[in-house]
C-alpha cells in the first residue's frame, strides 16, 4: 500500500524508509535506518524527481503510481547517480516506458554504464542554467560536481522556491512518518547524524560544496528537498550555516575532541586525567574510545570540534592499527584548522606519538602543541606532571 506525504500543493514525496539496512555504502553503521527521497510534482506535466534504493522498489512504485494518480508520467529528472538513488530507474522505465529521462550527459553515461549500453530511453540532456518549463513550474539546473560524485546535478524550481539538493543537506535515519525537519527534534535527534553523513560522505569535497553554496547563496529558496532526510522549510539558515562550517573545515564549537585506544586501560586512564583537568578549567570536552566507537562517528566529531587530543599506545612499533585507520580517515577526509595534541604509550619503545606527528602535518593548516605526554606503561608522577602541562598548554590556546 502507498506511503506518500505531501510537500506542497504540487508536490508529493513519493520516498521510502528502510529500516532493515544497518550497513550504509558498505561501510557507515546505521542504527535508525536510512530514507531515500523521491518527489513527484504535477502541473500541465508530471515530473519525478530521482528514484530510491533497490530495497524499497515495491513502496516506491506504489507510491508513484498513487501520487500519479491516473495520469502519464513526463519526465524524470535524474540528479544522482549513485545506486541508492538510481538503483531501481530502470524498473521505473519499465512501468513508463514513455517517460522522458531529464539528465546531464555524465549522468547519462552512468545511466549506460550501470543498466547497459543497449537500454532504450527518451532523454533531454541539460546543461547548467537550462531550464524545463512544465506548465506553472520551471526547473533550473545546476551542476554540482563531487557533491557528491562528479556527475551530480541540482535543481531549483523557481515558481515554489524549491532547491531538489540532492545528497547535500541529508542525514544518516529514517523519516518514521515525519517528512518536515521541524516536525521532529532535529537538532536534539538528527544533527548529529547529519553532520556524520555530511562529513563522511562528502566532507572530502570541501570546495567543491563551497561552489555549490556560493550558487545557492543567490537563490530565494524556500524549501530544501534533499534526497535523503527531512525536506527543510524552516530555519533554512540554520542548516546552511552548518554547511557553510563543515565544507570550509571551520570548528562549529570550541572544545576538546579526546581521542584514545587502549589496550590495557592506561591510555584510557590518561585520557580520563585530562578530561578532568580540561572540565575542570572550564573547556568542553568530548571523549571516544577508538576500539568501542565507529571511525564515522569519531570523523564526524574531528569536524565539530576546535582541539583534538589523539592518544595511542604503540603497537608492533607503530600507531595502535585503529588510531592509524583514524588518522587515514582525517587525511582522506581533508581535515583541516584544527589544534592538536599527543599523547603516547609504550612499555619499551614508546614512538606513536612520533608517528602519529607525522600523519597529522599531512592535513592542511593543523597546530600540534609542543606540550606531549609520554606515558610508559602506566601513568607515574612524570606523565601526570606531562598530562597537568599539556591541559594548561590546551587551555592556553582558547
Ligand atoms: Fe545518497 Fe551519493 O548517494
Given at each position: 500500500?502507498?506511503?506518500?506525504?505531501?510537500?506542497?500543493?504540487?508536490?508529493?514525496?513519493?520516498?521510502?524508509?528502510?529500516?532493515?539496512?544497518?550497513?550504509?555504502?558498505?561501510?557507515?553503521?546505521?542504527k535508525r535506518?536510512?530514507?531515500?527521497?523521491?518527489?513527484?510534482?504535477?502541473?500541465?506535466?508530471?515530473?519525478?524527481?530521482?528514484?530510491?534504493?533497490?530495497?524499497?522498489?515495491?513502496?516506491?512504485?506504489?507510491?508513484?503510481?498513487?501520487?500519479?494518480?491516473?495520469?502519464?508520467?513526463?519526465?524524470?529528472?535524474?540528479?544522482?547517480?549513485?545506486?541508492?538513488?538510481?538503483?531501481?530507474?530502470?524498473?521505473?522505465?519499465?512501468?513508463?516506458?514513455?517517460?522522458?529521462?531529464?539528465?546531464?550527459?555524465?549522468?547519462?553515461?552512468?545511466?549506460?554504464?550501470?543498466?547497459?549500453?543497449?537500454?532504450?530511453?527518451?532523454?533531454?540532456?541539460?546543461?547548467?542554467?537550462?531550464?524545463?518549463?512544465?506548465?506553472?513550474?520551471?526547473?533550473?539546473?545546476?551542476?554540482?560536481?563531487?557533491?557528491?560524485?562528479?556527475?551530480?546535478?541540482?535543481?531549483?524550481?523557481?515558481?515554489?522556491?524549491?532547491?531538489?539538493?540532492?545528497?547535500?543537506f541529508?542525514t544518516f535515519g529514517a523519516l518514521n512518518g515525519a517528512?518536515f525537519s521541524d516536525e521532529v527534534e532535529y537538532e536534539h535527534n538528527y544533527l548529529d547524524e547529519a553532520r556524520r553523513y555530511y562529513?563522511?560522505?562528502?566532507?572530502?569535497?570541501?570546495?567543491?560544496?563551497?561552489?555549490?553554496?556560493?550558487?545557492?547563496?543567490?537563490?530565494?529558496?524556500?524549501?530544501?528537498?534533499?534526497?535523503?532526510g527531512f525536506?527543510f522549510?524552516k530555519d533554512?539558515?540554520k542548516i546552511?550555516d552548518k554547511?557553510?562550517?563543515?565544507?570550509?573545515?571551520?570548528?562549529e564549537e570550541?572544545?576538546?575532541?579526546?581521542?584514545?585506544?587502549?589496550?590495557?586501560?592506561?591510555?584510557?586512564?590518561?585520557?580520563?586525567?585530562?578530561?578532568?583537568?580540561?572540565?575542570?578549567?572550564?573547556?568542553k570536552?568530548e571523549?571516544?574510545?577508538?576500539?568501542?566507537?565507529?571511525?564515522?562517528v569519531?570523523?564526524a566529531n574531528?569536524?565539530k570540534?576546535?582541539?583534538?587530543?589523539?592518544?595511542?599506545?604503540?603497537?608492533?612499533?607503530?600507531?595502535?592499527?585503529?588510531?592509524?585507520?583514524?588518522?587515514?580517515?582525517?587525511?582522506?577526509?581533508?581535515?583541516?584548522?584544527?589544534?592538536?595534541?599527543?599523547?603516547?604509550?609504550?612499555?619499551?619503545?614508546?614512538?606513536?606519538?612520533?608517528?602519529?606527528?607525522?600523519?597529522?602535518?599531512?592535513?592542511?593548516?593543523?597546530?600540534?602543541?609542543?606540550?606531549?605526554?609520554?606515558?610508559?606503561?602506566?601513568?607515574?608522577?612524570?606523565?601526570?606532571?606531562?598530562?597537568?602541562?599539556?591541559?594548561?598548554?590546551?587551555?592556553?590556546?582558547?
Amino acid at each position: 500500500m502507498h506511503c506518500v506525504r505531501k510537500v506542497n500543493e504540487s508536490l508529493t514525496w513519493v520516498g521510502a524508509d528502510d529500516r532493515k539496512i544497518h550497513i550504509f555504502e558498505g561501510v557507515y553503521p546505521l542504527k535508525r535506518g536510512m530514507s531515500y527521497n523521491s518527489y513527484l510534482l504535477k502541473d500541465e506535466k508530471t515530473v519525478l524527481l530521482d528514484t530510491v534504493d533497490k530495497a524499497c522498489l515495491e513502496t516506491f512504485l506504489e507510491n508513484v503510481k498513487y501520487a500519479l494518480d491516473g495520469r502519464k508520467l513526463d519526465y524524470i529528472i535524474v540528479h544522482h547517480m549513485e545506486p541508492d538513488h538510481s538503483a531501481t530507474l530502470k524498473t521505473l522505465l519499465d512501468y513508463y516506458p514513455d517517460v522522458t529521462v531529464v539528465c546531464n550527459q555524465k549522468i547519462l553515461n552512468m545511466i549506460y554504464q550501470f543498466f547497459g549500453s543497449d537500454l532504450k530511453l527518451q532523454t533531454l540532456i541539460v546543461n547548467e542554467g537550462d531550464t524545463l518549463n512544465v506548465g506553472e513550474h520551471t526547473f533550473h539546473f545546476v551542476n554540482a560536481p563531487m557533491v557528491h560524485w562528479p556527475e551530480v546535478m541540482m535543481s531549483y524550481e523557481s515558481k515554489d522556491k524549491i532547491l531538489f539538493s540532492a545528497d547535500a543537506f541529508g542525514t544518516f535515519g529514517a523519516l518514521n512518518g515525519a517528512l518536515f525537519s521541524d516536525e521532529v527534534e532535529y537538532e536534539h535527534n538528527y544533527l548529529d547524524e547529519a553532520r556524520r553523513y555530511y562529513t563522511n560522505i562528502v566532507g572530502k569535497y570541501g570546495p567543491q560544496v563551497q561552489a555549490v553554496l556560493k550558487k545557492a547563496s543567490t537563490l530565494d529558496i524556500k524549501l530544501i528537498c534533499p534526497l535523503h532526510g527531512f525536506v527543510f522549510r524552516k530555519d533554512l539558515d540554520k542548516i546552511i550555516d552548518k554547511y557553510l562550517k563543515w565544507s570550509s573545515y571551520t570548528p562549529e564549537e570550541k572544545g576538546v575532541l579526546i581521542v584514545y585506544s587502549s589496550v590495557y586501560g592506561h591510555t584510557e586512564n590518561a585520557s580520563n586525567i585530562l578530561a578532568c583537568q580540561l572540565v575542570e578549567k572550564g573547556l568542553k570536552v568530548e571523549m571516544f574510545d577508538l576500539s568501542l566507537t565507529d571511525v564515522s562517528v569519531v570523523v564526524a566529531n574531528a569536524f565539530k570540534y576546535s582541539h583534538i587530543v589523539l592518544a595511542s599506545t604503540t603497537y608492533n612499533m607503530g600507531i595502535f592499527l585503529l588510531m592509524d585507520n583514524l588518522l587515514h580517515d582525517l587525511i582522506s577526509h581533508n581535515l583541516q584548522n584544527r589544534t592538536v595534541a599527543i599523547m603516547e604509550n609504550g612499555s619499551w619503545a614508546p614512538q606513536a606519538g612520533k608517528l602519529m606527528k607525522e600523519e597529522v602535518v599531512k592535513m592542511k593548516n593543523m597546530t600540534i602543541l609542543e606540550n606531549s605526554v609520554t606515558i610508559k606503561s602506566s601513568v607515574d608522577e612524570s606523565s601526570l606532571t606531562q598530562i597537568v602541562s599539556l591541559a594548561d598548554a590546551i587551555a592556553k590556546t582558547f
